[in-house]
């Protein structure tokens, strides 16, 4: 009787382990949709940006401890950098249509042009 409540545990264990890789394996590399009014969006999205940059530090390191092979890494680090791309791309609109935000100077972007 121990044996099978054991191992309905486990299943129970590595199903809710498992769960979140399976749910988010559908999801759209694709931004949310437009809202400039909520700075909340801006602000989820610098923190997406955040997360994928370090899963791109993780994928180089595991790569480089051999833990990856050349084939996964090369596929992995493409996805990650394509949603990397849409994800600043959104940025970038919310941005400028938010107008500059870093006071009288304008944005960074704009000071560079200059």
Known sequence: MAVVISLGIAVLVV?????????????SSEPAPKDPEAPDVLRDLLAEKETIYATIQELDFDFKSGKLSVEDHQDLRRRQETHAAAVLRRIDELQQTAGPTDG??????EKRKA
């Open 104 to 109: 009288p100077g304008g944005s960074r972007r």
């Open 15 to 27: 199903a809710f382990v498992a769960a979140p890789f399976f749910l988010l394996s559908g999801r």
